[in-house]
């Protein structure tokens, strides 16, 4: 006959119904071991998020670098397209006024001969008026100095009365658009006279030598007139 110990009864695991105790030891195992890698898995998905981010950005940055290249290519476009605008409409203007100057010259000449009256004078003066605003200036004139890059000489003569080469007459008026020339004025010119520059002071210098012999002259008179008497 056993004899029970009064107050002690032995513990034992829970076993579920239809498992023996082999059987519960190998899940515990199992739950511990998902226990210690719930870590590194979420390091491992951190890790990969990580890089996720670290390629989108690199791709946004990429992305911002051709866009930025764009915008500057279309910037350089727009300029380029304006710059181009501008100037086929001064090369539009140019020509179309270049065709208008002989009947401009044909005005400046009837204004001369005082032919320029009636109705004539009133639509000379305004299509005069027109190629004004479309920036047309008219530039020669008498006396100015010659610059062969405005002025085209068609006549060439000495003169006494100029101390280099200047426009005596302008033959025909020259015409420009802004900076840009568009028909030379055509001129006659006259030089200084050759050698007179050179004989000029060698005058000078014959007149002030002869001053000078003249100032002796008369300061020896002087003294000659001035002297004590020998008594």
Same mark, same amino acid.
């Given at each position: 006959?056993?004899?029970?110990?009064?107050?002690?009864?032995?513990?034992?695991?829970?076993?579920?119904?239809?498992?023996?105790?082999?059987?519960?030891?190998?899940?515990?195992?199992?739950?511990?071991? =998902?226990?210690?890698?719930?870590?590194?898995? +979420?390091?491992?998905?951190?890790?990969?998020?990580?890089?996720?981010?670290?390629?989108?950005?690199?791709?946004?940055? =990429?992305?911002t670098?051709?866009?930025?290249?764009?915008?500057?290519?279309?910037?350089?476009?727009? &300029? &380029?397209?304006?710059? +181009?605008?501008?100037?086929?409409r001064?090369?539009?203007?140019?020509?179309?006024?270049?065709?208008?100057?002989?009947?401009?010259?044909?005005?400046?000449?009837?204004?001369?001969?005082?032919?320029?009256?009636?109705?004539?004078?009133?639509?000379?003066?305004?299509?005069?008026?027109?190629?004004?605003?479309?920036?047309?200036?008219?530039? @020669?004139?008498?006396?100015?100095?010659?610059?062969?890059?405005?002025?085209?000489?068609?006549?060439?003569?000495?003169?006494?009365?100029?101390?280099?080469?200047?426009?005596?007459a302008?033959?025909?008026?020259?015409? &420009?658009? @802004?900076?840009?020339?568009?028909r030379?004025?055509?001129v006659?010119?006259?030089?200084?006279?050759?050698?007179?520059?050179?004989?000029?002071?060698?005058?000078e210098?014959?007149?002030?030598?002869?001053?000078?012999?003249?100032?002796?002259? +008369?300061?020896a008179?002087?003294?000659?007139?001035?002297?004590?008497?020998?008594?």
């Amino acid at each position: 006959m056993t004899e029970e110990t009064p107050g002690f009864d032995e513990q034992q695991p829970d076993v579920p119904s239809g498992a023996t105790s082999d059987d519960a030891e190998p899940k515990a195992a199992s739950s511990a071991k =998902e226990e210690g890698a719930a870590p590194a898995g +979420d390091a491992a998905q951190s890790a990969g998020l990580t890089a996720q981010l670290d390629q989108v950005r690199t791709a946004l940055g =990429e992305r911002t670098a051709d866009l930025q290249r764009l915008q500057a290519e279309y910037q350089n476009y727009r &300029r &380029r397209v304006e710059r +181009d605008r501008v100037a086929v409409r001064e090369i539009a203007i140019a020509n179309l006024l270049t065709e208008l100057l002989p009947v401009l010259d044909d005005i400046g000449r009837a204004r001369e001969h005082g032919e320029l009256v009636g109705g004539f004078k009133s639509v000379a003066e305004s299509l005069e008026t027109v190629a004004a605003k479309m920036g047309l200036q008219q530039f @020669g004139k008498e006396g100015e100095p010659f610059d062969p890059t405005v002025h085209e000489a068609l006549m060439h003569s000495y003169a006494p009365d100029v101390t280099e080469t200047t426009c005596v007459a302008i033959l025909q008026p020259g015409y &420009r658009i @802004g900076e840009r020339t568009i028909r030379p004025a055509r001129v006659a010119v006259a030089e200084p006279q050759p050698g007179a520059q050179t004989v000029k002071p060698a005058e000078e210098s014959g007149k002030a030598q002869g001053d000078a012999q003249g100032e002796a002259g +008369d300061a020896a008179e002087a003294k000659d007139s001035g002297g004590p008497e020998e008594g």
